[in-house]
């Protein structure tokens, strides 16, 4: 029940339509009886920097969720960005801080790493080859370094943006050996698809599957089926895997930490939310 | 139930904990099956100007509930004033139209006038003095000239307010006579204290009751307590009277009929609300 007392968290996007946060946050305030609300606000671009720092002087506000097509201007817009949006070069989070100051992060990549740690899979020092260097594949390279990996591949069909990529890794956790120009998953302990194919029926898979190891760790991006061809093979091949949308619900325990609302499960968050899945 | 699909209406002001109207009104929209959600967002007025624009370029806002200590600098902001809020000075609901310009309205007045109506009262050609020519004296007097009474008296301490006000009248009301320099209630048909006498114990009474008629009607905007000293003074001479919580569930409806979502009746309100009252 909203009330005067009610915390806003902005959804900013546009088209607002498919906005699913709502459904899911919202249900779990209620549950967990938390004064707060997360409210759509369909914004858009052009009209978006006027917006940004008058929405933040709000008495009420904490935060906001930033989606499309917002995520890259954010970047200019907050006063300071953590590593992992520094490194993903946008923020899907801003956070009020109590002086005032707006902090970016980006929790694209926490969902997907959330969920490989959940399953078992330890990080800390391993190889980890990322395929796609656009905004998830970024964002999930980006995770994968606050991780902990020893060992980080970025490769993309354009060079320029896995080369790019690798100057923020390298920036931002200089111990880290990045590697570049290659997608061949040989070696590698983590193996993510970062990039659209899957998608469309005939889509070649993204890395010659033959050459990952059984046992390798296989995760995938795309989300319009669960087992995609790609981890089909992999799992063929002997490979525990993570389907795409592992990474939604994984994703919103980070966010509610963020904003300072405490933690939760993906278990407890399927079970209170109005979104299937 | 919060989604991508919900309508916005903005409730803005400071501070926000007694903000009474998201009690109401989403309830409402609840009960009713309307997509609609009033939102508080708190705003200081150094910071309202810079956020009213870009508010109102949100895709998925309606309209904007305006208070305390707004509704006169958004006279300035909107761009038309019905005549109500031309002649209250003062704007507490802003309507986005189909075109993107923003109507100004005050919906102050109507509630009193509305609970008035619906005491069977007709005002058409009717004799009304109002005293004390605030906020609220000003609104009333507004929404009084816009139900047609024939004549109009305005009186305030400070006799510029009241003469100003005036003139507001007759700029937007030529056919209506409109008296000051007195009050006087002989005479009038309906009466009402717009000023704060009432709230205090030992406050004098605001006009000189053995000076109105037995069956005047006589109003009142003091809220502290149900009858006042001046309610019941009237009351003693005969006089049916309005108590001041009258027009906070008496404007509702007329706010809603602003934003378009239709009608309703103060007690549908009270009895779906979450407020007492």
């Not at 970047?75 to 100051?101: C, F, K, S, W, Y």
């Not at 990529?165 to 061949?184: F, Q």
Request: net charge negative; charged share 20%; hydrophobic share 45%.
């Amino acid at each position: 029940m909203i009330s005067g007392t009610t915390i806003l968290i902005a959804h900013m996007g546009y088209p607002t339509h498919s906005f699913k946060a709502p459904l899911i946050y919202n249900p779990w305030f209620d549950h967990r009886g938390i004064d707060a609300v997360v409210v759509p606000m369909g914004v858009q671009a052009p009209d978006y920097p006027a917006f940004f720092r008058p929405l933040f002087r709000l008495t009420n506000i904490r935060g906001a969720l930033v989606t499309m097509p917002h995520k890259v201007t954010t970047v200019d817009l907050v006063d300071e960005l953590t590593p992992t949006a520094q490194i993903a070069g946008a923020a899907n989070a801003v956070l009020r801080r109590d002086d005032g100051t707006l902090l970016g992060d980006q929790f694209d990549g926490a969902g997907f790493v959330r969920g490989v740690q959940r399953k078992g899979v330890e990080l800390t020092g391993r190889r980890a080859l990322v395929v796609g260097s656009g905004g998830v594949g970024s964002a999930i390279a980006a995770s994968l370094a606050g991780a902990g990996v020893g060992t980080l591949a970025v490769f993309d069909a354009q060079a320029v943006a896995a080369d790019a990529l690798a100057g923020r890794i390298s920036k931002n956790y200089p111990d880290i050996e990045v590697v570049t120009g290659s997608k061949d998953p040989d070696g590698y302990d983590v193996v993510v698809n970062a990039t659209p194919l899957g998608m469309e029926p005939g889509d070649p898979l993204p890395v010659d599957v033959s050459r990952i190891a059984p046992g390798t760790f296989v995760g995938e991006v795309v989300m319009t089926r669960e087992i995609t061809p790609f981890l089909q093979a992999a799992q063929e091949r002997g490979c525990p895997v993570q389907v795409g949308k592992d990474m939604l619900f994984e994703q919103i325990p980070a966010y509610l930490e963020f904003f300072g609302f405490g933690t939760t499960t993906p278990d407890e968050l399927r079970a209170v939310s109005r979104v299937e899945g």
